[in-house]
């Protein structure tokens, strides 16, 4: 199945913007959560409570509360960890000031690379893969042929 057909069946808005990519750049998967480019502090601002500024916290506390729930979100949804869950990753940065910022991007990007980042950590680590469901829901709808009623 294509990104753009996988895109269709979940409904997804096309976006250039690639959200993985601008946080880790060319690494090669696996990459870790806590790696990556911090974004530019004009760019998360609206994130955090004021004053911020270079050098400011950036942790879950600072939020504001709009940010807070997109976080919370995150955490049950696209970035679901069972350690460190009060941390406030880089990546999570870049996505909830897109979000905040009503900025589009490329959420199936952002899926298949968290999907990479599994599989090759999931022979070293303890990554869990939180998109059986949406893999699943991909699978039944792009079968040409309706299932069987007892299904």
């Known amino acids: 199945m294509t990104a753009q057909r996988a895109g269709e069946v979940l409904g997804l808005i096309a976006s250039t913007t690639r959200v993985h990519q601008l946080c880790y750049g060319d690494f090669e998967p696996p990459r870790r959560p ?84 599994t599989i090759l950590e999931s022979f070293r680590g303890h990554r869990q893969l939180p998109y059986a469901h949406w893999i699943t829901l991909l699978i039944l709808r792009a079968r040409p042929e309706p299932l069987p009623a007892h299904l």
């Open 34 to 117: 806590h790696g990556g480019a911090l974004p530019l502090v004009h760019f998360v601002a609206p994130c955090f409570r004021q004053p911020f500024g270079e050098g400011s916290s950036r942790t879950v506390g600072d939020l504001t509360c709009p940010a807070r729930i997109l976080n919370f979100v995150l955490r049950k949804t696209l970035f679901p960890r069972t350690g460190y869950r009060d941390g406030f990753t880089r990546i999570q940065q870049w996505l909830i000031a897109h979000l905040i910022s009503k900025m589009s991007f490329d959420l199936w990007d952002l899926i298949v690379s968290k999907i990479e980042d």
